[in-house]
């Protein structure tokens, strides 16, 4: 069965930096796409950045410019690179995989596939 794994959470300064990884196994078939979400305790989940599988690349405004979202070329692995961290990031990230379009990236119901999620802290 499909697994998603996330690694690279810790704890850093405001203005430090960290890269998350996602992997993924036992994938068959092509996903529409993959993405980044985040929870914080008692805010809402929140899409932080989405690919799609042609590669077009979207953020939620609070992150553009700081952060950027890359997989690897055999699209087994998502990253997040987070630049500029601000304590407003500290959250639980979670990637996620959508195998359909199901309408704007963020809309977290056409994401079938989650990880079990990678604590980021800044302070």
């Known amino acids: 069965h499909v697994q998603l794994v996330e690694s690279g959470g810790g704890s850093v300064q405001a203005g430090g930096s960290l890269r998350l990884s996602c992997i993924v196994s036992?994938?068959?078939?092509?996903?529409?796409?993959m993405a980044w979400f985040r929870q914080a305790p008692g805010n809402e989940r929140e899409g932080v950045a989405a690919?799609?599988?042609?590669?077009?690349?979207f953020y939620t405004d609070s992150v553009k410019g700081r952060f950027n979202i890359t997989k690897a070329e055999d699209k087994k692995t998502l990253y997040l690179h987070m630049n500029g961290l601000k304590p407003e990031d500290t959250a639980m990230y979670r990637c996620?995989?959508?195998?359909?379009?199901?309408?704007?990236?963020?809309?977290?119901?056409?994401?079938?596939?989650w990880g079990q999620g990678t604590q980021v802290t800044v302070s």
């Open positions: 690919i799609n599988d042609d590669g077009r690349t």
């Open positions: 036992g994938l068959t078939y092509r996903l529409y796409y």
């Open positions: 996620a995989a959508a195998r359909y379009y199901g309408g704007f990236w963020a809309f977290a119901p056409q994401y079938h596939l």
